[in-house]
């Protein structure tokens, strides 16, 4: 087996491993960059590093002959942007020339989701590195839409008559194994990554009730009824502003822009909500 020259970060989560597994049954090697080696999938043609996007050295160690990697986000945190930016210092450092990177439509410096932000601050980052980057701005999550319902049968949130293109993680690691394989093409691009149509939380209520076989609805909260009925779960206040502002952001229409970027670079249209798979593949 040839050495690789692809890594592959957060291949212990879904997103990360669907990728990781693409490349395997591809036949392609592939360096898995994990924290824990316990939790590192079992792939053929796969070699595994242990570092975290903040220990440079044994990062540098991990990176050593990649030319391109898949950087998935960090886990959100106060200290995000710190690992965001040692991790792309450090890909910097030792010579890879693509790095692919996990972000969020709408990402800007006044974004309303508040980690949006961050990533925003994350491609100013990558920027500004001699590598190439390719930025795969992704809609929330269409496998995150059956999650929202409480045990009453209602999605609660203070997204107002907003809409979302949500998207599939299946397509997003169908783009980004294209890309990884092919990075030439993509290098210096923004992909916005979306399902095929902007939905509103009574369109997903619909659409849920008829795919879960128990009734769903949606009761638009206002700002200070989510922070309220939020509350019971003790979170820090950075991630409660980050979950209310989920809601507010589409209430905004941060999210609601259609894109073609994911037939166009795959070749096959992106699922819909109709069409997901309701348990994990």
């Given at each position: 087996m040839a050495e690789p020259s692809i890594a592959v970060t957060g291949c212990t989560g879904r997103l990360g491993g669907r990728v990781a597994r693409q490349l395997a049954e591809k036949g392609v090697?592939?360096?898995?960059?994990?924290?824990?080696?316990?939790?590192?999938?079992?792939l053929p043609g796969a070699e595994v590093r242990v570092a975290t996007y903040q220990d440079r050295a044994a990062l540098s160690r991990a990176l050593e002959g990649i030319k391109t990697v898949l950087f998935v986000s960090a886990k959100e945190a106060p200290t995000r942007l710190d690992e965001h930016f040692a991790f792309i210092e450090t890909a910097a450092s030792v010579g890879v020339q693509t790095l692919v990177y996990t972000s969020f439509q709408g990402a800007a410096p006044h974004a309303t989701f508040t980690f949006?932000?961050?990533?925003?601050?994350?491609?100013?980052?990558?920027?500004?590195?001699?590598?190439?980057?390719?930025?795969?701005?992704?809609?929330?999550y269409l496998d995150f839409l059956?999650?929202?319902?409480?045990?009453d049968g209602i999605i609660r949130g203070p997204a107002g008559n907003g809409r979302v293109a949500?998207?599939?993680?299946?397509d997003i690691a169908d783009v980004a194994t294209t890309v990884l394989l092919h990075p030439e093409p993509h290098r210096g691009q923004t992909l916005t990554l979306t399902g095929p149509a902007a939905l509103g939380f009574d369109d997903i209520a619909q659409v849920l009730t008829r795919r879960l076989g128990r009734p769903i609805r949606?009761?638009?909260?206002?700002i200070d009824e989510a922070y309220r009925s939020r509350a019971h779960y003790g979170a820090p206040q950075?991630?409660?502003d980050a979950w209310v502002s989920t809601y507010t952001a589409i209430a905004s229409g941060e999210m609601s822009t259609v894109t073609s970027d994911v037939e166009r670079v795959t070749g096959h249209p992106p699922l819909g909500l109709e069409d997901l798979p309701l348990s994990p593949p």
């Open positions: 090697p592939q360096r898995l960059i994990v924290r824990d080696e316990k939790r590192a999938p079992h949006a932000r961050d990533h925003w601050a994350t491609e100013q980052k990558l920027r500004e590195q001699r590598f190439a980057s390719v930025v795969l701005r992704d809609s929330l059956p999650l929202l319902a409480g045990e949500a998207v599939a993680q299946s949606y009761y638009a909260e206002s950075w991630q409660v």
